[in-house]
Nanobody, 124 residues
């Protein structure tokens, strides 16, 4: 029904930049929220950045000033621009979206979707 496809991960040196992309496709009535999470080995998955419908973006303290999230609603795509990368940013990055797939009268049917993850590795 709905798929999230991520791209843009890779290997870069500390201080470099990467841009991640996530495109949603399938049965979509509207996309309410899109965001990025990451998980390093041995750590819990944590929120990196999120955009809410009609709201301002929100960032984890560890990435404020370095990462920028943006969204292209015409393409159902969210981006994460990552600058001044640090070794601590090494993780698998996951795209997440809260999507309305159907409406019936006053009811909205929402579901939370995850991408497969893309590896980001920062070398010193």
């Amino acid at each position: 029904q709905v798929q999230l496809v991520e791209s843009g991960g890779g290997l870069v040196q500390a201080g470099g930049s990467l841009r991640l992309s996530c495109a949603a496709s399938g049965r979509i009535f509207s996309i309410n929220t899109m965001g990025w999470y990451r998980q390093a080995p041995g750590n819990e998955r944590e929120l990196v950045a999120v955009t809410t419908s009609g709201g301002s973006p929100n960032y984890a303290d560890s990435v404020k000033g370095r990462f920028t999230i943006s969204r292209d609603n015409t393409k159902n795509t969210v981006y994460l621009q990552m600058n001044s990368l640090k070794c601590e940013d090494t993780a698998v990055y996951y795209c997440n979206a809260l999507i309305t797939t159907e409406t019936m009268g006053r009811f909205r049917y929402n579901a939370n979707y995850w991408g497969q993850g893309t590896q980001v590795t920062i070398s010193s």
